[in-house]
């Protein structure tokens, strides 16, 4: 499986913690962490899915997107966890069309997320 993904700009100093994740009705808010300052704040507000998982879980998506490229949100186009959810046989992949997979990587949990809308990202979220 091969991984194609593209950065989403944000000013976050350094690897965040991604410490807080509400959802509610559809909407997802992600807050991210530095050295216990809130840094960023990325919002989706039409999810159909979403995985909280150890950064040790996602080692085949490091080569790409680790915090070594200065990135830490990242838009995914090919070989994610949509593509790998869309091989097994119960899983009902007409359903998301229109939607795009997003990972953003922290520090020790990683997030990824399933919607329709591109997330809005707030840097210096305080």
Not at 92 to 120: F, Q
Request: net charge negative; with cysteine.
């Amino acid at each position: 499986m091969t991984l194609r993904v593209s950065a989403i700009e944000s000013t976050v100093p350094a690897l965040p913690e991604l410490t807080r994740i509400e959802y509610d009705a559809g909407k997802l808010t992600i807050h991210a962490y530095v050295s216990g300052k809130q840094v960023a704040m990325v919002q989706f507000e039409s999810v159909d899915g979403f995985r909280v998982l150890d950064e040790g879980d996602l080692l085949e998506f490091w080569p790409t997107c680790s915090w070594f490229h200065g990135k830490w949100l990242w838009e995914v186009h090919e070989g994610g966890w949509f593509e790998l959810e869309s091989t097994r046989p119960g899983f009902v992949g007409e359903k998301y069309k229109g939607a795009t997979e997003y990972l953003l990587v922290g520090d020790n949990e990683c997030v990824s997320v399933i919607s329709r809308d591109r997330p809005v990202v707030t840097d210096n979220a305080l």
